[in-house]
């Protein structure tokens, strides 16, 4: 299984490397596309397009496109589809299951198709995209505090990106009540965020824990909305940590 615990982080998580990728297999399809849609224009606001796959593996991702309002200024872009297929749980393991990603981003985020030529522009997508179909390629799952670099060894998502890894959140950003949207008895679908990070703060994640990184964030006034060139809440006057 490509989820196992390889080793642990001196913080003391386990490490999942994710090698053994799946097949091509024809998508799953979009059982809850409709819930989906509406639960976002529900707590934030109308959608003004989707980004629709051609090809789909696994799972069909399309990203949804909420814009900026005087309420919400922020760009949200949201997934729907990750959640058509049970995330694999480790055994005594209790997270959800079903999950939708989401991606905040400053309101006047180059976001037509002509912009997507310059991969500076395209990076949040791609990563939606990737991270929402990695559970179900590799046998594994995302829940709160995972992160997951860049490649390996770990790359930035752009040129000119200082970022090369994101961390899975809940949104500190979006309505209460958007983090949780319930099909029917047996599925209930929890919305999360990605916040993109520096390599110094992965490396501090992993030495000493989500709970580190995330106080950083708080005392550095870091949310969860992108900010290309924003503080690197790991870095210090005199080093790191």
């Known amino acids: 299984m490509s989820n196992e615990h390889d080793d642990v982080s001196p913080g003391g998580s386990p490490i999942l490397l994710h090698t053994q990728e799946k097949d091509f297999e024809p998508a799953h399809g979009e059982e809850s596309i409709e819930q989906i849609s509406a639960h976002i224009e529900h707590y934030l606001g109308p959608i003004s397009g989707v980004f629709h796959e051609i090809v789909s593996d696994a799972v069909h991702i399309d990203v949804h496109v909420v814009p900026a309002t005087e309420d919400m200024p922020y760009l949200r872009l949201v997934t729907s589809g990750m959640s058509d297929l049970p995330m694999p749980l480790p055994e005594g393991v209790e997270a959800p299951q079903h999950m939708e990603l989401m991606l905040t981003l400053p309101a006047d985020w180059p976001i037509q198709h002509g912009d997507f030529d310059n991969e500076a522009h395209y990076w949040p997508i791609r990563l939606l995209k990737s991270l929402a179909r990695l559970p179900h390629k590799y046998d594994t799952w995302l829940g709160f505090g995972h992160t997951v670099p860049n490649g390996d060894p770990a790359e930035p998502y752009a040129p000119g990106v200082g970022f090369d890894g994101a961390i899975v959140l809940p949104s500190v950003s979006a309505p209460e009540g958007f983090s949780h949207l319930m099909i029917d008895d047996a599925k209930t679908i929890v919305f999360m965020t990605l916040v993109p990070l520096y390599p110094e703060e992965m490396a501090l994640k992993l030495k000493k824990g989500s709970d580190a990184l995330l106080d950083r964030f708080d ?17 210090k006057r005199f080093g790191l940590f």
């Open 219 to 235: 005392a550095k006034g870091v949310k969860d909305i992108i900010e290309p060139g924003r503080v690197n809440v790991a870095r």
